[in-house]
C-alpha cells in the first residue's frame, strides 16, 4: 500500500490523545502486552520502496489480459515493496492499475495489518476504499474496526464509524468510537466527530468534536479529568485543558469544582527560551464559600544561564492566607510546609570557585508565630569563595567572603561582613593523606539603631587550625578474592581559640543534629554568627565490602566520635555550655543483604546516658518496581518517636494492595495513613484508595481517590501515580 496508507496507523497511534491532547510517550511497563491476534503472516522484509517496487501478482488460477482486467483465484497474494494483499478473489485493471478483490482480505505493511471484506485500490492514484476494516497495529497493541476506510492521495485519509482498544479479542473492558474522522497528513492534525468512550460497556466520556496531533508534536486539546472526594472540601474535580502556544511555550489551565467551595482556576505555564526555562503556577478562587473570602496561590520557579559563567535562579511563593495548604494541598509534604520561599540569586562560575548575589525571605506560614520569631530577610547577600590549589606541591591557597544586609518587620536589622582567608597543604600517596590547613575568619556586625538606642559595632576575629588524615587498608576474601574489604580510618583535628559572642545576634545561625558530616566540620554551628570554640580529635573507622567483579558496595559500616579537650563555651542564646569529654558515638551501616533486600541505619548514642539520642533504620524488600516493602523507624530524642511501614504487593494476577502507616509514639497518634486496592489487567487498570494525615492546625484530612487508567489512551484520575511514588519509597522506580 502507498504511504497514504500509514494514515490509518498515526491515527491510531494518537487515539490515546483523544481524550488527551499530549500524546504520551510510550513505554513497554504501560501495557502488560495483551496478545495480538495473528490476523496475518509476517510482511516481507525488503527495503525498496512502495513507489518504486514492481507489483507482483501470485495466484492459483488466474485469466490475464494485457490491456483488459485480469483475473485471479485462489490463495491470491499482491506484493509491492514492504507491502503485501491477500485475497481469493482480484480483479485488477492493467490499464487503470486498479486492483479490487473480494473474500478474506487481508493487508499486512510493517506497523499495520487489516482485514475487510472487500475493496478497490487505485496504484495510479494513490487512492482506495476498504470496507468492514478489521484493523491492529503490533507495535502498540491495538486494534480496532472501522467500516469504510478512503484514502485520498497518500494526504487524506477518512475513516467511518470506528472503534478502538488495547483489549484482547474476547475480553474487551473498553473501546472508543468515533462516527467519523479525517486524517489530514498535510498539516499533520486529524478531526474526529462523535466521539466517546465506553468501559465495561458504560459510555463515560463523550464529545461531539475532537482534533489530535498526528505526529509526536503536542496538541492544545483537554486532558482526562481527576477527581477526588474530601472530607472538608466534598467532591473535588480537576478538568486541565493543555494549550500549546508555540515550540516553547505552553500552558495548563486547569478549572478546578470543589463542591463545597466553589470553583478555582489553577493555571501552569511552562516557557523556554535560549539559556532559560521556568515555571509559573498560580491558582485562584474568587469565593470561597467556607471561609467567605477569596484565596490563592502563586510560584514561580526560573533558571536562566547568561553566557558560560552566569546564572540566575528564582523561586518565589506566595499563599493568600496561612490555611490555604492545609485546605487545599493534596499531600502531607505541602500541608507540613511553614514557609513560603522567595529567592533570586546570581552566580558566577570559573574553575577557580564562585561568587553569587541573593535576595532571599522566608516569610512563615504559621500564623501564631510571632513577628519576632520570624526569619530575618537577607535583602542581599553577596558572597564568594575561591581556591587556587597548585597540584604539583599539594598547596591550596582559598579566599572566601559573606556580606549580608539583614532586615526584619519587628526587630532592628544589621550589616554582616565575613572574611575568611585560608592555606592548606595535601600530602599524600596511594593508601594515606595528611592535609593541615589554617584559616582565618574575621567577622564585623553593624547592628541598627532601635529606637533610643544607637546602632552597634561588633567584630569578632579567631584562627582556625585544622589537620584532616586517613589511612586505606584492602584485603581479598572469599573464594578467588571476589569480595573486597576496606579498612579507612580516620582522624580530624580541629582547633579554634575561644572569642566571647554573646552579643552577637543570631541571624541564620543553628545547631545541627550530630552525624557522620558534622564530626568533620569546622564549626560545630551552620551559619557564621557562632564561630565555635574547638580542641577536639574526631576519630572514625569505615570499612566497605565490595563485590570484586561488578565493584557493587555490599555493605558499608562506619563509626566515629569526638575526644573534646577543652569544655565548649560558644553556645546559642539561652543554651549552657558543653562539658563532655566525648561527643555521642555516630555509626551508620548500609547492606546489600542480597534477594532483593536492603537495608540502613544511622544512630548517635550517648556514652554517658548509655541512651541513643537519635537514630534511623529502615529496611526495604523489592524484588521490582511494583513489589515493595519498606519499614522505617526514626527517633529524635524529645522530639520525634515515629514507625512508617509502607507497602505495594500484588495478590495475585490482577489483584494488589498498596498502603502507608506513619505513627508517632510520642504523640501516641497516627500522623498519615493511605490504604488502597488495584486491579490490573493488560489493557486496564483501576485504582481506589483513602488517605487521610494530620493537617498544620492538628486536625484531620482525609480523601478517596480513584484513577482508571485505559492502557494506550489515557487515565480518569491521575493523582494516584504521584502519591504512590511519593509516599512508598522506591515504588515505580526501575532505576536499580
Not at 72 to 90: I, P, Q
Not at 250 to 273: A, Q, S, V
Not at 301 to 321: F, I, K, M, P
Not at 454 to 459: I, K, Q, R
Request: some cysteine.
Amino acid at each position: 500500500m502507498p504511504p497514504g496508507r500509514h494514515s490509518l496507523l498515526l491515527f491510531c497511534l494518537l487515539l490515546s490523545a483523544a481524550a488527551a491532547a499530549r500524546p504520551p510517550s510510550i513505554h513497554p511497563d504501560q501495557f502488560a502486552l495483551c496478545p495480538i491476534n495473528p490476523l496475518l503472516a509476517p510482511t516481507p522484509a525488503t527495503t525498496t520502496t512502495n513507489a518504486r517496487a514492481p507489483l507482483i501478482i501470485q495466484a492459483d488460477r488466474s485469466i490475464l489480459h494485457r490491456r483488459g482486467t485480469s483475473l485471479f483465484r485462489g490463495n491470491v497474494v499482491a506484493t509491492r515493496g514492504n507491502e503485501r494483499l491477500w485475497a481469493d478473489l482480484l480483479r485488477y485493471d492493467q490499464a487503470n492499475h486498479i486492483a479490487s478483490g473480494r473474500g478474506h482480505i487481508r493487508y499486512a505493511e510493517p506497523f499495520l495489518q487489516l482485514a475487510a471484506t472487500h475493496g478497490n485500490y487505485d496504484f495510479a492514484t494513490d487512492q482506495g476504499n476498504f470496507f468492514n476494516n478489521q484493523y491492529q497495529i503490533p507495535s502498540r497493541h491495538g486494534r480496532g474496526t472501522a467500516i469504510r476506510i478512503k484514502t485520498y492521495q497518500s494526504k487524506r485519509s477518512r475513516l467511518f464509524r470506528l472503534t478502538y482498544t488495547t483489549c484482547p479479542l474476547h475480553r474487551v473492558a473498553w473501546r472508543l468510537h468515533a462516527g467519523q474522522v479525517l486524517l489530514d497528513n498535510t498539516t499533520e492534525v486529524g478531526f474526529a466527530h462523535n466521539v466517546w468512550v465506553s468501559f465495561k460497556g458504560v459510555p463515560i466520556l463523550w464529545t461531539p468534536y475532537l482534533s489530535f496531533p498526528l505526529t509526536n508534536r503536542r496538541k492544545s486539546g483537554f486532558l482526562f479529568p481527576s477527581l477526588s472526594q474530601n472530607s472538608t472540601n466534598g467532591l473535588d474535580i480537576e478538568i486541565p485543558y493543555y494549550w500549546n502556544i508555540a515550540a516553547n511555550m505552553d500552558m495548563t489551565l486547569t478549572p478546578r469544582i470543589i463542591t463545597h467551595r466553589g470553583i478555582m482556576l489553577m493555571d501552569t505555564y511552562r516557557y523556554l527560551f535560549p539559556g532559560t526555562r521556568g515555571q509559573l503556577h498560580f491558582t485562584y478562587l474568587p469565593h470561597d464559600r467556607a471561609s467567605e473570602r477569596s484565596r490563592g496561590l502563586a510560584q514561580l520557579a526560573e533558571t536562566t544561564r547568561l553566557g558560560s559563567h552566569w546564572q540566575v535562579n528564582t523561586s518565589l511563593e506566595y499563599v493568600s492566607d496561612p490555611y490555604y495548604l492545609e485546605d487545599f494541598g493534596t499531600s502531607l509534604r505541602q500541608v507540613s510546609q511553614t514557609y513560603q520561599r522567595r529567592l533570586v540569586s546570581a552566580t558566577y562560575r570559573v574553575p577557580a570557585g564562585s561568587a553569587f548575589i541573593t535576595l532571599e525571605d522566608l516569610a512563615p506560614l504559621d500564623p501564631t508565630l510571632p513577628a519576632s520569631a520570624r526569619p530575618y530577610r537577607k535583602l542581599p547577600e553577596v558572597g564568594f569563595n575561591f581556591a587556587w590549589p597548585d597540584y604539583r606541591t599539594g598547596l591550596t591557597v582559598g579566599l572566601g567572603n559573606d556580606f549580608t544586609r539583614f532586615q526584619a518587620p519587628a526587630r532592628p536589622g544589621a550589616l554582616r561582613d565575613i572574611l575568611t582567608p585560608s592555606i592548606s597543604q595535601h600530602f599524600g600517596g596511594a593508601s594515606w593523606y595528611l592535609t593541615p590547613r589554617l584559616a582565618y575568619q574575621e567577622a564585623h556586625y553593624n547592628l541598627d539603631a532601635s529606637g533610643s538606642q544607637a546602632g552597634v559595632t561588633l567584630n569578632r576575629s579567631a584562627p582556625i587550625f585544622s589537620i584532616a588524615s586517613g589511612l586505606d587498608f584492602e584485603r581479598n576474601l572469599g573464594t578467588q578474592g571476589w569480595l573486597t574489604q576496606t579498612l579507612e580510618p580516620e582522624a580530624f583535628y580541629l582547633y579554634i581559640p575561644y572569642r566571647n559572642q554573646t552579643t552577637i545576634p543570631i541571624f541564620d545561625t543553628y545547631r545541627p543534629p550530630l552525624d557522620f558530616q558534622q564530626l568533620f566540620a569546622a564549626n560545630r554551628f551552620v551559619g557564621p554568627d557562632r564561630l565555635g570554640d574547638a580542641n577536639q580529635l574526631t576519630l572514625a573507622l569505615h570499612s566497605r565490602f565490595i563485590n570484586s567483579e561488578t565493584g557493587n558496595e555490599m555493605l558499608s559500616l562506619g563509626l566515629g566520635q569526638i575526644l573534646y579537650f577543652r569544655n565548649r563555651e560558644v553556645t546559642l542564646p539561652g543554651r549552657a555550655p558543653a562539658t563532655t569529654a566525648r561527643s555521642d558515638y555516630v555509626g551508620e551501616i548500609t547492606a546489600n543483604l542480597g534477594n532483593h533486600l536492603f537495608a540502613r541505619g544511622v544512630a548517635d548514642y550517648n556514652p554517658y546516658n548509655h541512651r541513643f539520642d537519635q537514630g534511623y533504620v529502615s529496611l526495604q524488600y523489592r524484588p521490582n518496581a511494583y513489589r515493595v516493602l519498606n519499614l522505617g523507624y526514626l527517633y529524635r530524642s524529645g522530639e520525634l518517636d515515629q514507625t512508617d511501614i509502607s507497602f505495594a504487593w500484588p495478590l495475585g494476577t490482577h489483584w494488589s494492595l498498596f498502603g502507608r502507616w506513619n505513627y508517632s509514639l510520642r504523640d501516641h497518634q497516627t500522623i498519615e495513613t493511605l490504604g488502597g486496592l488495584q486491579y490490573d489487567t493488560c489493557c486496564w487498570r483501576l485504582r481506589i484508595a483513602q488517605r487521610r494525615f494530620v493537617t498544620f492546625s492538628g486536625g484531620g484530612s482525609s480523601a478517596i481517590f480513584f484513577e482508571l487508567q485505559l492502557k494506550g489512551l489515557g487515565s480518569l484520575g491521575n493523582r494516584l501515580s504521584g502519591l504512590l511514588r511519593d509516599d512508598i519509597y522506591g515504588y515505580g522506580n526501575t532505576n536499580d
